[in-house]
């Protein structure tokens, strides 16, 4: 995680986006051009009927709004916003495998049990075991886990969103618009 | 059952077109997207195709058309290299904000993705370079595609979107239908500026003393011509133009400065240095106008009026935000602004345009690329189109001929696309069949596209081409001679007997190496019915001036060396009208 790194900040930022081939490489071309890193991405479906809801956490400078503007402006994008600076909620998920024998079995348990992590599979000589939590907490608990010998390692990377009732992406009643086409003739 | 017809892909494709009141298309026939060729004749003559010789000729005619125009320019290309001989034109549309549509055929479903024969996968290469684009894998989906691609093209800040559709999704059949609506959740691009905003901004119009308007593409796109020119006259601000912003203000009005920025006019680069407020109308701040962008406007608040959420504050910080199509937000912003005596700073200005005479063409018995702009302009008194390749020609073009008609000046501004006068000649010329078409090209960029004078000679269009022919890359070559030492490598060009390649086209071709041969020749060339190229051979090596070294500030600007001569056309007196 690049916290502290000097002038560059991971931005959390959560998109209501088409669900349509091409919208993720239409996405993820905008920061490229940037020279952003992703540092990591969530997709999933979300309450609404064909749209995907999307959480990045990039590594920006100040700069990330432009790119946000720029990505709002894709037909495939509903809606998008930085919500860094917000009160959210965030949570990312991780399966972690660790090899083990009869000593470090329980060990291991034990570490999960204060981790309030769940053991989904136990074989002779291995064990998975599944967190959700923060970031801080996952790093803490593989950290811990680091004495052991961690045979994969899988995290989901951030989900988030705003604290209390309201909408991260709200989403405004359709107005009749006048839509000015690129017009006709010319005169002064 | 069967009163609704059905109609294959490559049908409902020419329909879409009928309803969005297309009827031009250039372009070139391959494999993937012959079922568009085989339908032609059943739609002729409501829509016209016009082949070109190279793809990128095809997206840049349909790209002048559409500016010339102010419709959608519509081109084809088929599947792998047609598909990417157009993504030069597609960019440069993007860039400059052009409503193209291109249609694209791609290789039958069944390969897409196998390295099929002539498969490139366009719709991604075409990502960052486009609006939207869009595979089409069913042809049930044709027509909402191809109407969001004309809804998405046109509105908002316009912009290329590219249609991929494989060969025999447009050979099989559905039922074809036709929305009142597009609906897109996803596509905002409508607002209307802030009322706070337009207060704020009339607010620092009137406490400003030394305003100036630098109107952009924008105006144009949105025909602002009488409320751009409502706000100078009415306000008493004079008028800057970016290079796109060119025709968007009567080149010979009183209020009128020309273009600012890397070559632009010496008095304009000091007026932004010395302003006090920068009213940007449509138009984005670009590193051509601004110089180096710290020291730009040190001394001036900012009014933004754009099209674009994305461009408000991506360059500069705007005190007034107004953000919306320029001529709806022109409109309420001139109920607002009230007439303010500035004469201490119209005296500046004509002080300093004196002083500098940044247009001067200085006596010489060479024949400067100048002098033959300028004679253009004297023939035509600014009654024509005038489209331009890239480099010094295009400067001297925005710098020798003032343009009194609306939208006349067709050139390639953010991408810079050398090659782009001959075929945009073609797509102004078809959108304006009873105007004269003047395409002013430098011998490089001529040389990048004219094949096209087959196509131009078989379709007799009447477009006057006068190469700038200076035997060299003129503007790499000053660059090379201004911040390179000297050094000139690979800039020298050995160029053909350009009038034989005229003749080898059937068009005819004139010559002009001295300076009493330039009137005759466009007097010749405005005579002559049909298509002309002059080949103008001018002196080798003049240099582009003002100019601002890359990297520079705008106040830091090198002026033209000073002659003694009076300038090309001296700035008539700037008088306001009486508010
Ligand atoms: C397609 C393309 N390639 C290269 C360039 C870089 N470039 C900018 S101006 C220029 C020279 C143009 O020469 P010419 O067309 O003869 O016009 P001149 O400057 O001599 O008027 C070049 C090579 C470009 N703009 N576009």
Redesign the pocket.
Known sequence: MSDGTSGIRPHTIIALVEDRPGVLNRIASKWRQRGFNIESLAVGHSEKPGLSRMTFVVDADTNAEQVVKQLDKLVDVVDIRDISHEDIVAREMALIKIRTDRGSRSQIIDIAELFHADVLDVEPDSIIIEATGDEQKINALVNLLKDYEIIELVRTGRVAMLRGPAVSHPHPEEEDQQYERYPGPHTW | METKQELTGAQMVMEAFIREGVDTIFGVPGGANLPLYDVLPEYYPRIKHYLVKHEQCAAHAADAYARVSGKAGVCYGTSGPGATNLV?GIANAYMDSIPLVAVTGQVISALIGRDGFQEADIQGITIPITKHSELVRDVNEIPRAMQEAFFIATTGRPGPVLVDIPRDVLQQKGEFYWRDKVELRGYKPFSQADPNEIARAAELIEQSQRPVIISGHGVIISQAFAEIRELAEKAGIPVITTLLGISGFPGTHPLYLGMPGMHGMYWNNLAIAESDLVIGVGMRFDDRVTGRLKDFAPRAKIIHMDIDPAEIGKNVRPAAALLGDVKASLKELNKLVVHKDRTPWFNWLEDMRRKHPSIVIRETDELL?QYVINSIYEATKGDCYVVT????????AAQYFWYDKPNSFVTSGG?????F?VPAAMGAQVAAPNDTVWSI????????TMQELATIAEYGWPIKFAI???N???????WQELFYGNNIVA?P?KNPDFVKVAEAFHILGLRAERKEEVAAVIDQAMQHPGPVLIDFQVKHDEN?YPMVPPGAALHETIDQPAYAQTPARLPAPMEVAAS
């Open positions: 030069t690329p390749g890239v480099g010094q020609h295009q400067m001297w991408l810079g696309t050398m090659g006068e090209c430098g011998d490089g960029g001529f040389m990048m700038i022919n200076n060299n890359l003129g503007m790499v070559r000053q800039t060009l582009c």
